[in-house]
């Protein structure tokens, strides 16, 4: 479904990302894990378009991603839930999820989709009147899952969900993308937590400044010695 | 009697500078970029005006829409020329090409139209409404651009809550990368707001010179500035802190001529808002941003 090769961003004269090749198949679900600063959330946002890379290739579907302007790429059914959740804190909860929707022209899709945010996120619904910014940051976590929600794609990249989290509201987060996923969502996942990412992922692939070092099934990868050690805490 | 009329002076000057002052707000809220050309679209606003009443014989209604459009386009095309191609600048770098567009602006217009002043129509009308016996004589200019500084407030506050663009525009004000995730095409939104702003900057021109008659190539400049200068005084980046800067920046330079200096008068508003900037820096309705992690 989403097919990147050979991939190289630079910031500046530092090479940030080195030759990345990966893969994402339909329905499932792949993590990216590694280190603070290997380069996971900047090969998002080379998906997504949010940075240009130098090289390489980004397939999704049929479309070139690299050539697509940036705000199509929602359009093709692929969302992005960025790293730190950008929600915009000025506007309410019910505005953020409309925004989500802004590519919609289907009133009774976006209808059916906010009923389908509002039952992932019951508590959504209690705060859709308040301005975003005054949420936890568990819920401006929903909030950006359920914005993303919003366009009704096919494919989400998920950038740091657990990030500032309490153990439990990561627990109900990493439920949610199972349940995203059991419903035909299709996620690349992007975590420093790897053992909760492995744990509910098909494959997995392991960055180390810059480059993939390991990759492979997930299960596989959590009984690797070299991961573990890593960065599963021994 | 005679404070009334002053007040009701200042609070017509503070309208015109509350209409302008909107889009500089509104291009600083979307582009984070303060278009000093701004003041000078004004000018070229009012010269369209001016060219199609008195050359053309145009009604005044037609005049001003004409100008609307033509400041409609000049905003797009100037976005598109000179800032568009810096969206990755530094911020100098911008602030540099807006004050070189102004008076590139200027300069246009003085070989066009050269510098000799023109004496701009009433396009409203000489008449006024006089209250208590004839005490209080109320210029029909003076109520025209009170009620369209409120119309033209209440109709952008409306767009920018209740319409999908209107919002849209609020979320690129917030934060671009996460609405170009959302499917926002920036950079139109962006020409938008310079349309907005411009159109509005066009009504702001004829309503300026049919209260101040004089019209040169040099017109739009002062009240550009104070009109920044009430942006900022009233919050940058907020629709109803233009209108609240807008009409006490009025009010004070109004007061400030009748009763302290007419000579004064411009270093006194400055003044009050470096007092404001003091007391307050984001102005009197600029929201702090605070942000979770």
């Known amino acids: 479904m989403l097919r990147v090769e050979n991939l190289n961003v630079y910031y500046g004269m530092i090479h940030a990302i080195k030759d990345i090749s990966l893969e994402v198949k339909k329905g499932e679900i792949v993590s990216l894990v590694g280190a603070n600063g290997a380069g996971k959330t900047t090969t998002l946002q080379a998906i997504s378009g949010m940075l240009k890379p130098r090289s390489g290739s980004v397939q999704y579907l049929e479309h070139n991603l690299l050539t697509t302007p940036p705000h199509q790429i929602v359009k093709h059914g692929l969302a992005h839930v960025p790293e730190g959740r950008r929600v915009f804190a000025q506007m309410t909860v019910l505005e953020n999820l409309e925004m989500g929707a802004y590519i919609s022209k289907d009133k009774e899709r976006d209808k059916k989709n906010l009923d389908r945010v509002f039952a992932h996120f019951p508590r959504l619904e209690e705060r859709k009147k308040q301005l975003s910014g005054t949420l936890s940051g568990g819920e401006q976590q929903m909030l950006a899952i359920g914005r993303a929600m919003m366009a009704s794609p096919d494919m989400l990249l998920l950038d740091e969900p657990s990030m500032g989290l309490s153990p439990l509201l990561v627990k109900e987060i990493f439920k949610i993308i199972q349940e995203l996923n059991q419903d035909g969502m299709t996620i690349l996942l992007v975590e420093q937590n790897a053992k909760k990412a492995l744990s509910i992922s098909d494959r997995g692939y392991v960055l180390e400044t810059g480059k993939i070092v390991l990759s492979g099934n997930a299960a596989e990868l959590l009984e690797n010695d070299a991961v573990k050690k890593a960065y599963l805490g021994g | ?288 941003i605070s942000e979770k992690v």
């Open chain 2, 1 to 288: 009697m005679i404070f009334l009329s002053h007040l009701i002076s200042g609070i017509s000057l503070g309208s015109i500078y509350a209409i302008i002052a909107l889009g500089y707000t509104m291009v600083y809220g979307i582009a984070k970029m303060l278009n000093f050309a701004h003041g000078d679209v004004i000018m070229v606003g009012a010269y369209i005006c001016f060219f199609a009443t008195m050359s053309y014989g145009w009604h005044p209604i037609m005049g001003v829409l004409l100008s609307m459009v033509v400041c409609t386009l000049l905003g797009i095309v100037i976005d598109r020329l000179a800032y568009k191609p810096l969206r990755q600048a530094p911020a100098l770098a911008v602030l540099i090409t807006a004050i070189g567009m102004s008076y590139f602006l200027q300069n246009s217009a003085q070989l066009l139209w050269t510098s000799s002043p023109k004496v701009f129509p009433s396009v409203i009308g000489n008449g006024s409404v006089k209250l208590f016996d004839g005490a209080l004589a109320i210029p029909h200019v003076t109520i025209v651009t009170i009620v369209v500084c409120l119309v033209i407030m209440s109709g952008l506050v409306f767009f920018v809550n209740k319409t999908r663009v209107g919002k849209s525009m609020r979320a690129v004000s917030e934060d671009k990368s996460a609405a170009q995730l959302m499917g926002i095409n920036v950079n139109s939104t962006i020409s938008m707001t310079f349309a907005i702003g411009s159109a509005l900057a066009a009504i702001a021109g004829v309503l300026l010179c049919s209260a101040y008659p004089t019209l040169t190539p040099t017109t739009g400049a002062m009240p550009g500035i104070k009109a920044f200068t009430a942006a900022v005084f009233g919050g940058i980046g907020s629709i109803p802190g233009a209108l609240v800067g807008g009409i006490l920046l009025g009010i004070v330079e109004i007061f400030a001529k009748a009763y302290i200096s007419t000579q004064l008068s411009d270093a006194i508003v400055f003044a009050v808002l470096i007092v404001v900037l003091i007391v307050k820096p984001t102005g009197l309705l600029g929201k702090k």
